[in-house]
């Protein structure tokens, strides 16, 4: 049980969440102060058997809301980053996707191991900064950033991009615990079948 009377120093960020876990594969997630949230697994996934634990669409997954979590925790921390860096930002947008081997989990594969083969991020800025700036901004958002800092700490390949909102071009990039080379998105995708 978590100790309520426990005081922490100034500096140390403490954030309670509770869950509760319902019938087949929904929790809901419970912050004071705040409406509640659900999470469940789509309809259709399937964990074998019995063919009752389905879920049923009714929330985002768990890797959702972590992924939600990457790009509003990102996101708070480049507005901070650039007021403090004087940086003129009109406005952001994040785009995510997370590729993930999941056997090991619905297959029952005690070999395997769930886990992200590769996590790509856009971020395009609104802004007429320069390449420069933006790589300022970029690496001390960075460094800043909590949850960038738990996915690097957990080793999680990822390849984020700093694009322009006017014409989309990437202006700086970066790959984290990524091979030279193609990324898993490159090498993992299937291939169409030759038209004979």
Known sequence: MIRESIEYPEHIGVS?????????????????GQSSCMADEPLGFDIGEPAALRGQSRGWTPVHYQLGALATCTSITIAVVAQDLGFQLGGLRTTIRSLID????????????????????????????????VRELALEADRRCPQLGLFHRASIPMHVRWLRKRDGATVFEQRHHLPDGPTPAETLAVQPEPVA
């Not at 019938?23 to 997630?29: C, G, K, Y």
């Open 16 to 32: 309670d969440v509770t869950t509760l876990s319902r019938e087949q594969m929904m929790v809901e997630m419970f912050m004071e």
């Open 102 to 133: 999941i056997r090991g989990f619905c297959d029952g594969d005690t070999s395997r191991k769930p886990e992200y083969e590769l996590v790509e991020f856009d971020l395009s800025l609104d802004t007429g900064e320069n390449e420069e700036r």
